[in-house]
Antibody, heavy 119, light 110 residues
């Protein structure tokens, strides 16, 4: 059974930092593309970032470029999102998501972790 | 990158068919066959219903179908059931090496 389990969310002040983690089991993590997708409270989905299996290809949505960094540790079956210079508009549930070798679609989802940016 | 345009809400009675549209531009929906559709029930993670415009993942009912014409993609649900009541989101790859979602459509089964 495939499982994606996010952690690391919480309350942080504007300008602060947070690191999200996603531990994956049930598939060959080191060859699968991974993504972060977020959803602000009561709002729609927003793709945040993509990383290829080898970490050779990384993409970000414009609003997080220069502030967020996606990374992975294939030995630990883990995906990360380092979030710096956080803003109120970054408040959302953050999901890790994947469709294996396919790009730009999401078959596997975690349960999400809530990040709240507020003073 | 602007969000794709979806109707805020649609409704239908059990057994009927409904269609949700998703309008983008030639830089996203119209330019690539990488359109997906997701179903999301309250408090749950989204579920992939359609990928690459018209393909259904294993386990998804054949009552769900997808299509595309020009810059507009569509999701059709036939034989509407109470359990289909949910939010639906389209997404598309873009020419900026990014992914854009639609604003979401709330489906109400009357």
């Amino acid at each position: 059974e495939v499982q994606l389990v996010e952690s690391g969310g919480g309350l942080v002040q504007p300008g602060g930092s947070l690191r999200l983690s996603c531990v994956v089991s049930g598939f060959t993590f080191n060859s699968y593309n991974m993504n972060w997708v977020r959803q602000a409270p009561g709002k729609g989905l927003e793709w945040v970032s993509y990383i290829s299996g080898s970490s050779s290809t990384i993409y970000y949505t414009d609003s997080v470029k220069g502030r967020f960094t996606i990374s992975r540790d294939n030995a630990k079956n883990s995906l990360y999102l380092q979030m710096n210079s956080l803003r109120a508009e970054d408040t959302a549930v953050y999901y890790c998501a994947s469709a294996g070798h396919a790009q730009w679609l999401f078959y596997y989802w975690g349960q999400g972790t809530l990040v709240t940016v507020s003073s | 990158q602007s969000a794709l345009t979806q109707p805020a809400s649609v409704s239908g009675s059990p057994g009927q068919s409904i269609t949700i549209s998703c309008t983008g531009t030639s830089s996203d929906v119209g330019g690539y066959n990488y359109v997906s559709w997701y179903q999301q029930h309250p408090g749950k993670a989204p579920k992939l219903m359609i990928y690459d415009v018209s393909n259904r993942p294993s386990g998804v009912s054949n009552r769900f179908s997808g299509s595309k014409s020009g810059n507009t993609a569509s999701l059709t649900i036939s034989g509407l059931q109470a359990e289909d009541e949910a939010d639906y989101y389209c997404s598309s790859y873009t020419n900026s090496n990014s992914l854009v979602f639609g604003g979401g459509t709330k489906l109400t089964v009357l």
